[in-house]
């Protein structure tokens, strides 16, 4: 079956119907594919069909909201987020939108009511980012979890989740989202620096004897490397005791979420296999693991959906 045909079953057994709607969904996806392929790609042959374009919705929301964050001074950034705010609180409280790029969530918002609030919490809380310079401490660190990381994961992780109360679901969210943030301020390091943004707490440099200028001048010294290599292993230890996540899922949604814990630990993997080159560039996972990772969780679900239907 051809991808345009899986997607048109998707459209459909998502509630999709207007062609109008349809198109601007399909819009999305092509966003999505451009920008972060992998989720797409996983998000299509691991998901219920029904779930996947609300999936690809959340996510080309979250992809226009970080732009806004992203672009230009900080002024202009700040007033567009605020516009951004407005209008979506509008768009979700009236139900309806003249903008193409928000019919989409406002429809998948109404098929899961979770996703609005979850929508709300992180355009709340975008200005935590706007406002970022830096952490003092581990504790300022985990603060920015709280009120930036999480609510910003839980716009598409609400949609995997289970049905009702999710406050067991949300606190292994919030032990995975611990782990992949300290994971990406670690592999981004040099993009960050280069933007003017240290996201190592700087108590943790100073118990290292390490100082800003040493990473932003790439010093590939035994103390950076213990330093990057500590905060690995706590990014390893937190996402390894966030796997129980995944027992907190749907059974239809757990290949989808042991893919996205299992990209984390490859992309791990492969900061560590060059610490030095973390103050350089970004590390990815190795394409033939990533490639078996996704095609295992395939593998799998199709083994199961057979035994299902006998």
Known sequence: MSRVGRWERALDAAGVREAGLRADYGRQREQVTRYRREVAVAAGLLLPERTVPHVIAAAAF?????????????????????????????????????????????????????????????????????????????????????????????????????????????????????????????????????????????????????????LEQGRDLPAVRELLGGLLDEADRTLAEARTVIGLVPAVHRPMVRCIVGVEQLTGAAARADLGALLRRSASPAKPAALRLLAREYLRLRREDRRSRR
Request: net charge negative; charged share 30%; glycine share 6%.
């Open 62 to 214: 979250m992809h226009r909201t970080d732009t806004l964050l992203d672009s230009g001074p900080l002024a202009e950034r700040r007033a567009a987020a605020a516009r951004w705010q407005q209008e979506v609180t509008r768009s979700l409280a009236e139900g309806r939108t003249d903008d193409p790029e928000l019919r989409p969530l406002l429809h998948s918002a109404e098929a899961h009511p979770e996703l609005r609030d979850r929508v709300l919490d992180h355009l709340a809380a975008a200005e935590a980012d706007l406002d970022f310079t830096g952490f003092d401490t581990e504790a300022d660190y985990q603060r920015y979890v709280d009120g930036y990381s999480l609510p910003g994961f839980m716009v598409v992780a609400a949609l995997l989740g289970p049905a009702g109360d999710q406050s067991e679901y949300r606190a292994a969210c919030r032990t995975f989202i611990d782990g992949s943030q300290r994971l990406d301020f670690v592999n981004d390091l040099a993009e960050d620096l280069a933007e003017g943004r240290l996201t190592v707490p700087r108590d943790r440099l100073e118990r290292h004897g390490v100082t800003r200028a040493d």
